[in-house]
């Protein structure tokens, strides 16, 4: 059964505009992958160069504080003579406001034998190992689980070189510090992420996220500043930032474009769908009441006059055609006013 | 049939048992200002009487050398909570409004103002330390510690203004402590106990004012302040109050455990080996038994004190003035009292 003109026409109206609201959301979501993507790659970038110098600057710093606290510790001469050096340098320390990068240190002779140590709140001793030349290490305390950075340096003792060590722990309050907004850091050492600026909990979802530090598209790794080596520890940034564009806020345009769409398509064509149907309704009207009479009677002029002035061309001229044909005697018939006969519709 | 229910029955029984016994436990840390201060004992008693494991938790206690050290590592991520004394972390809270407060668990504070023992004759009241060198646990330009507000308070009142005295931070490790005072490095050291016991039996100082004494409490109001209070994260708290309602129920059964064992198995639970430090914490508890909360609830009476201290403490400083102590008191957990 063939659909009559006005459900053929919503019917494809209807599809056009489906097709429409498709096409815009698709765009949409287009535009907002592409626009967060290019947001995060640029976060992404900016974090890398941010960490980057963070990293350096931070080795600058802890170099020149270790190496002042050297400085102030050899300008005392506590440790020249070899009598009370531990309660010397304590005394010293703890007077002098102690140092906050370096919480704890020893004082060891070149022979490894420890003559002085000093702790700020917790007492650490992770075994360390440096070969004679080498600066510092990188070391994981059995007893507390943390990364320390070691930095040894030379100092002297009175009459021989000894070295001062300094501690560095790497834990959650470090990255924690150095973090900004929307990125969380987490500290890698030898396969194992060991701190998180997130503490614990951050600590938790990094190990089950990561197997290992690496490069993705919301995570870049640095390397520690210095030469890498096996035990250069990885620092892993990961992004937490919320997306650029929601996908609520790309709906509102989305859901107001296609409204606009729906209302000027129905403000330009509906009114005008309506009349050209009225109009071919008036002729259809016309022709059956016309052929139920066999005359034309006000209503089927009424009915005429409607479709001549209807806005479809074709139709005004199928109606002028009409009325003709319906005005004209019927074939046989020699007086004026006499009507056709009644057709058995 | 009936034979295959009992048998799915039994094995689900077993599956949930076997999940129980693998679960992991929740992981809390606390920083608390230490080692070896009576104060904050009951953080160190936790894990030795296995009052974390009961609530299928795990804690570790870190050590810091004063409260807003403390604090420092609480909002630095190191640790989940810290445990200190109300006035430090109210000091802290005038800068960060995370910092709130959840359970008492130290009711008296025992801080002492011990004299070094060569000044013994000198110095005869507070104002004689005039122009001296006065050690305190840490002090800070911006967060002030109890022991620092302490004696702030205790000088002002006895005649000697801020600036007419040295202040030294030295930690509250008990080999500094002595140390600064043997070494004559420091006159006088703002200290608590057991330390302050065993600087006077040692010979090392003498004890100028002592606020666990009665009469010292009369005369300085407001020194019944609320001493070590569990404090944590608001921010935290807002997002996820789970760990901190495990918390409240491990401070609360520590508390009751304490109420209820003498002094002596107090110290045997802490594993102190040497006699006679277990002896003289054994005394130090028995001289003050009613140091700690016994549910952790807070008493309005203690919060209005401390609130009293703490204005009195930082006179000048308009923040503080107009601290109210409600601002940072989260007590849906621990109760409050009178």
Redesign the interface.
């Given at each position: 059964m063939q659909r009559p003109l006005t459900g053929q026409i919503a019917l494809r109206l209807g599809g056009l505009l489906l097709l429409v609201l498709f096409c815009l959301v698709a765009l949409a979501t287009w535009i907002k992958e592409l626009a967060n993507d290019r947001a995060r790659a640029i976060q992404l970038a900016s974090a890398r160069e941010h960490y980057a110098v963070v990293l350096t600057d931070l080795d600058r710093r802890w170099g020149r504080e270790a190496f002042n606290l050297k400085t102030r510790i050899e300008a005392q001469e506590i440790l020249d003579a070899s009598g009370q050096r531990n309660e010397k340098l304590l005394t010293y320390l703890i007077s002098h406001g102690s140092s906050i990068e370096f919480p704890s240190l020893r004082i060891e002779k070149t022979n490894g034998e420890v003559i002085a140590a000093y702790d700020y709140a917790r007492h650490v001793d992770p075994k360390v190992k440096l070969s004679p030349n080498q600066l510092n290490t990188w070391i994981q305390n059995a007893d507390d689980g943390k990364l320390y950075l070691v930095i040894r340096q030379f100092i002297w003792l009175g009459k021989e070189n000894g070295y001062l060590v300094l501690f560095k722990p790497m834990d959650h309050a470090m990255l924690t510090q150095i973090t900004y907004p929307g990125t969380r850091l987490s500290l890698w050492w030898q396969g194992k992420a060991l701190a998180s600026s997130d503490g614990e909990e951050g600590l938790a979802k990094t190990s089950a996220g990561f197997a290992k530090p690496e490069n993705g598209e919301q995570s870049a790794t640095l390397s520690w500043t210095g030469p890498e080596t096996e035990l250069t520890p990885r620092l892993l940034v990961e992004m937490q930032a919320s997306d650029l564009i929601m996908a609520s806020q790309i709906a509102r345009p989305v859901v107001l474009f296609f409204f606009v769409t729906l209302i000027s398509v129905a403000i330009a064509f509906a009114s005008l769908w309506l009349r050209a149907t009225r109009q071919l309704d008036a002729l259809l009207q016309a022709d059956k009441r016309f052929g139920a009479l066999g005359a034309i009677d006000e209503s089927v002029a009424e009915e005429l006059r409607h479709a001549q002035t209807g806005p479809v061309e074709s139709l005004r001229q199928l109606a002028d055609s009409l009325e003709r044909h319906m005005s004209r005697p019927p074939a046989g018939s020699d007086s004026e006013g006499s009507s056709y006969p009644p057709r058995n519709n | 049939m009936r034979f295959f229910w009992v048998r799915a029955f039994v094995l689900a029984q077993l599956l949930l048992i076997s999940g129980l016994l693998h679960a992991q436990p929740l992981?809390i840390?606390i920083a608390i200002p230490g080692p070896g201060a009576a104060s904050y004992f009951p953080a160190e008693l936790i894990s030795k009487i296995g009052a974390d494991k009961a609530e299928g938790a795990e804690v570790k206690v870190?050590?810091?050398?004063g409260g807003p050290?403390a604090i420092?590592?609480m909002l630095?991520?190191?640790?989940?909570f810290a445990i200190v004394g109300l006035p430090a972390a109210m000091s802290v809270h005038l800068r960060d409004k995370r910092v709130v407060a959840l359970a008492a668990i130290n009711d008296l504070p025992l801080y002492a103002l011990l004299v070094r023992q060569g000044l013994k004759g000198e110095i005869k009241s507070i104002a004689d330390l005039k122009g001296r060198t006065i050690g305190l646990h840490s002090n800070s330009t911006v967060s002030k510690s109890t022991s620092q507000q302490v004696l702030e308070l205790l000088f002002r009142r006895g005649g000697v203004p801020p600036g007419s005295y040295h202040m030294?931070?030295?930690?509250r490790?008990w080999?500094?402590e002595s140390?600064?005072l043997k070494?004559g490095?420091v006159d006088a050291v703002i200290g608590d106990e057991p330390h302050a016991s065993h600087l006077q039996a040692n010979g090392i100082a003498f004890p100028l004012v002592h606020l666990g004494d009665p009469e010292t409490m009369r005369q300085f109001s407001g020194s019944g302040f609320l001493r070590g209070a569990l404090i944590g994260r608001s921010d935290r708290i807002e997002v996820d109050s789970s760990k901190a309602e495990t918390m409240l129920r491990i401070i609360k059964r520590t508390l009751a455990w304490i109420a209820t064992h003498s002094a002596e198995e107090f110290a045997d639970a802490l594993g102190i080996a040497n006699p006679d430090e277990r002896q003289k914490l054994v005394a130090v508890l028995k001289k003050f038994p009613r140091q700690y909360s016994k549910d952790g609830s807070f008493s309005n009476k203690q919060l209005r004190e401390t609130e009293i201290f703490f204005i009195d403490s930082q006179a000048g400083n308009p923040a503080a003035e107009h601290f109210r102590i409600d601002a940072m008191i989260i007590d849906r957990w621990a109760g409050r009292r009178d």
């Open positions: - | 992981r840390s870190i050590f810091a050398p050290s420092d590592e630095h991520n190191n640790t989940d030294v931070g030295i930690g490790r080999e500094s140390l600064m070494a490095s």
